[in-house]
């Protein structure tokens, strides 16, 4: 196929001729005989977007989920109207996710009782990390003395007894080839054989045309309540002599002091990352820039949930918070995902939240952390292995590519999933705004 009228986003025109690689790239290229067209018009080409940190069977299965987040329900009545007009699963369940205590206080099995009694239900935090099931719901899973119905994801003990069924992913990847993603990172911390498996088939049929990547076995989510520096470190050793790196989930400043000392510890390897890094004291910016890490964050959640980290996290905090453009400063390698179903999966979103550092309610969150439009595209073109270094344009690159219906200056003025005119994976159009 050949790629016409298209513009670099340094403002270069350009005909790129691709197949599975790209061949040619130049002004004015001659068609060949019996070779396909894509007229861009003017438009901004791009290398595909990678998201660096999704969670692919999850968000699979959160487009089919009930949301009762705070942007959806207010309150325990409405809970129970959401949770009474859900459609049961094929399962018999109700599955519900992205909730947070500000929509009707904390959760538990007697919560879930009084407004949801008579099907199985189960809740996911927003956070990720935890589920809460009602009485039924135990039962089904043979916890029906369990104290409180609250149990956490990484618990394969309860998981491993839910009703198995494998989410399709063609409307996730359908959804992902709408945005420009051409990749993605897969950070879900306990894949086994069998799940890889089930993802290869399912990009193998075309379901998930993204290329897919992922961090298991080399991801260690930590917890605050267990905290142990000297297992972590030897992890870390174990998983360096093996050839691999690690990635290591920290969401709160002790999580990341015992992370960085377990990497100090340990040697460096030069693919090791932390995910999130959702609050960076002052006091952690050296660390993080002497430990060579590429930290993979998602400023996202700035928009997402910043007017409720404005009443839970105290003002002289906030600059803390989901740091970008501080740790670009202090050299500092950074990658920026949507941490998709826990997240909102649209990239562009996730840039214009890196740029804005704005709430929903317009509030400004951690000034001082603003990139420009530049900057955050760059942050989702990175290799997958090291997602801090941009994919180019050029002769002999995988022809996965992100085709944007407006010239560079409007893109970046714009940062918009609208603009995106077509997607281009393998050398294939997988994607075409009509």
């Known amino acids: 196929m050949l790629i016409r009228r298209a513009v670099l986003l340094d403002g270069t025109p350009t005909d790129i001729r691709v197949d599975e690689r790209i061949v040619e790239v130049g002004d004015g290229l001659a068609p060949r005989v019996g070779e396909s067209e894509y007229d861009a018009a003017g438009g901004t080409v791009l290398p595909g977007l990678h998201d660096h940190h999704l969670h692919v069977r999850a968000a699979a299965a959160a487009l089919q989920s009930v949301r009762v987040g705070p942007d959806e329900v207010a309150g325990r009545a409405q809970l129970a109207r959401v949770l009474a007009g859900a459609a049961v699963g094929e399962d018999g369940w109700i599955r519900a996710v992205g909730y947070h205590e500000s929509v009707a206080g904390p959760l538990d099995r007697g919560v879930l009782d009084e407004v949801c009694p008579a099907v199985p239900v189960r809740i996911q935090h927003r956070s990720g990390v935890l589920w809460t099931l009602n009485s039924p719901a135990l039962t089904r899973i043979g916890l029906a003395d369990h104290p409180d119905g609250r149990l956490r994801s990484a618990d394969a003990g309860w998981s491993s007894m839910l009703p198995r069924s494998e989410p399709g992913l063609a409307p996730l990847g359908a959804l992902l080839c709408g945005y420009g993603v051409t990749g993605v990172t897969d950070a879900t911390p306990d894949l086994a054989d069998h799940d890889i498996r089930h993802l290869r088939d399912a990009r193998g049929r075309g379901e998930l045309p993204q290329s897919l990547h992922w961090l298991a076995p080399g991801k260690r989510i930590l917890h605050d309540d267990d905290l142990d520096l000297d297992a972590l470190t030897a992890w870390v050793r174990d998983r360096h002599a093996a050839g691999g790196p690690v990635a290591v989930h920290c969401v709160t400043a002790a999580q990341l002091v015992v992370a960085l000392e377990a990497l100090r510890s340990a040697g ?18 050296a660390d993080l820039a002497a430990s060579a890490v590429t930290v993979v964050t998602q400023p996202n959640f700035v928009a997402e949930r910043g007017e409720q980290y404005l009443v839970d996290v105290p003002a002289a905090e906030h600059g803390e918070l989901w740091r970008v ?12 995902s949507t941490d998709a179903p826990f997240g909102d999966a649209d990239p562009w979103a996730a840039m214009r939240a890196a740029v804005h550092r704005s709430t929903a309610a317009g509030s400004v969150l951690g000034p001082a952390e603003r990139v420009s439009p530049a900057e955050a595209l760059e942050m989702f073109l990175g290799e997958p292995g090291r997602p801090a270094v941009p994919r180019r344009i050029g002769p002999g690159h995988r022809a996965d590519l992100c085709v944007l219906s407006g010239p560079p200056a409007q893109v970046l003025g714009e940062l918009d999933a609208g603009m995106v005119a077509a997607t281009v994976i393998g050398g294939e159009v997988v994607f075409e705004r009509r």
């Open 268 to 285: 460096p390897h030069p693919m090791d990352r932390i995910e999130h890094a959702a609050v960076v004291p002052d006091g952690s910016l």
């Open 325 to 336: 453009g501080s740790l670009r400063r202090n050299g500092i390698a950074v990658a920026l």
